[in-house]
């Protein structure tokens, strides 16, 4: 039964992710058009966080070994998630935070996948040193976005205003953000710890 649930969880998610980017990066009608459009949005960890995710349920569900993409893309939408609830939510207000895409990019996704990986999906155990790969999708955005601002500066580049701050501040907050995704991996992790004993195998992706 939970493995049923868990499928249909991920078909959920893999349509609703796709379906909103298609959405709003085409501006058709449906699950609400509120947001970038165009493929200028692919730069947003939002919506990268909600395809990456979307991408693994698919292949999740149709059988593909994704253990490990599995817990990194649960990380990053977690990230997405508590981002959207602890600090978007109260300087840019929960209704605009919610509303439209917003709603299912933000809270419906991240929710289904959070569900799925800690009550549902319970095939695979994680090891300590494995919620480090976790953090590799945060880490790589990280280096795309200061890439895009020392390439063709901060003007229109930086998208959460981390410039401002200049390179010092902006270094503290990017190991900040990198400290919360792993600490996100970790808590996911707590309930799919791999028992000591089987700590030396090393399982498939």
Request: charged fraction near 15%.
């Given at each position: 039964?939970?493995?049923?649930?868990?499928?249909?969880?991920?078909?959920?998610?893999?349509?609703?992710?796709?379906?909103?980017?298609?959405?709003?990066?085409?501006?058709?009608?449906?699950?609400?058009?509120?947001?970038?459009?165009?493929?200028?949005?692919?730069?947003?960890?939002?919506?990268?966080?909600?395809?990456?995710?979307?991408?693994?349920?698919?292949?999740?569900?149709?059988?593909?070994?994704?253990?490990?993409?599995?817990?990194?893309?649960?990380?990053?939408?977690?990230?997405?998630?508590?981002?959207?609830?602890?600090?978007?939510?109260?300087?840019?207000?929960?209704?605009?935070?919610?509303?439209?895409?917003?709603?299912?990019?933000?809270?419906?996704?991240?929710?289904?996948?959070?569900?799925?990986?800690?009550?549902?999906?319970?095939?695979?155990?994680?090891?300590l040193s494995e919620s480090l790969f976790a953090?590799?999708?945060?880490?790589?955005?990280?280096?795309?976005y200061a890439g895009t601002i020392l390439i063709?500066?901060?003007?229109?580049?930086?998208?959460?205003?981390?410039?401002?701050?200049?390179?010092?501040?902006?270094?503290?907050?990017?190991?900040?953000?990198?400290a919360v995704n792993w600490g996100l991996a970790?808590?996911?992790?707590?309930?799919?710890?791999?028992?000591?004993?089987?700590?030396?195998?090393?399982?498939?992706?």
């Amino acid at each position: 039964m939970r493995e049923k649930v868990s499928k249909v969880m991920n078909l959920l998610i893999g349509i609703i992710a796709v379906a909103v980017w298609l959405t709003v990066t085409f501006g058709l009608e449906g699950l609400g058009t509120k947001g970038p459009g165009g493929f200028g949005n692919l730069r947003y960890f939002t919506v990268l966080s909600n395809l990456f995710q979307a991408v693994v349920s698919l292949a999740y569900l149709f059988g593909g070994k994704v253990r490990l993409w599995k817990y990194a893309s649960t990380t990053a939408i977690a990230f997405t998630f508590c981002i959207a609830l602890f600090f978007l939510g109260p300087t840019r207000g929960y209704a605009s935070v919610y509303s439209g895409a917003n709603f299912w990019s933000h809270l419906v996704v991240p929710v289904l996948a959070m569900a799925d990986f800690l009550f549902f999906d319970r095939k695979g155990t994680y090891t300590l040193s494995e919620s480090l790969f976790a953090v590799i999708p945060m880490l790589l955005y990280g280096l795309f976005y200061a890439g895009t601002i020392l390439i063709g500066g901060a003007e229109g580049n930086d998208l959460y205003g981390f410039a401002r701050f200049g390179p010092g501040a902006s270094a503290v907050i990017a190991i900040a953000l990198l400290a919360v995704n792993w600490g996100l991996a970790v808590l996911l992790r707590l309930p799919r710890r791999r028992p000591k004993e089987d700590g030396k195998r090393k399982p498939a992706l």
